[in-house]
Nanobody, 115 residues
Framework: QVQLVESGGGSAQPGGSLRLSCAASGSNFSIYSMGWYRQAPGKQRELVAIITSRRSTDYADSVKGRFTVSRDNAKNTMYLQMNSLKPEDTAVYHC?????????WGQGTQVTVSS
């Protein structure tokens, strides 16, 4: 069982930056593939970035070059550095942990980008 808690959301102006954190409880954090997803009002949840247990990463085309996902296994924490934010990045951001058939979700943190 893994419990995930996101933090670091808030408001930013276009072009600004935010850093999200996802703290995981439970054991064996390092073997989980971790991901960030987001859901904007009226839209389906979409993948933003993933980082595997081997630290391979992948990003949605819409965030490539602007967002960076990382993990610190010693702290059981995953991060999402978001730069050059755009209004269309506004959404609730959720972190996800996956291992085989098991998937766990955090409750999300709101990110709002507006001038």
């Amino acid at each position: 069982q893994v419990q995930l808690v996101e933090s670091g959301g808030g408001s930013a102006q276009p072009g600004g930056s935010l850093r999200l954190s996802c703290a995981a409880s439970g054991s064996n954090f390092s073997i989980y593939s971790m991901g960030w997803y987001r859901q904007a009002p009226g839209k389906q949840r979409e993948l933003v970035a993933i980082i595997t247990s081997r630290r391979s990463t992948d990003y949605a085309d819409s965030v490539k070059g602007r967002f960076t996902v990382s993990r610190d296994n010693a702290k059981n924490t995953m991060y999402l550095q978001m730069n050059s934010l755009k209004p269309e990045d506004t959404a609730v951001y959720h972190c996800n942990a996956m291992l085989g058939f098991y998937a766990y979700w955090g409750q999300g943190t709101q990110v709002t980008v507006s001038s």
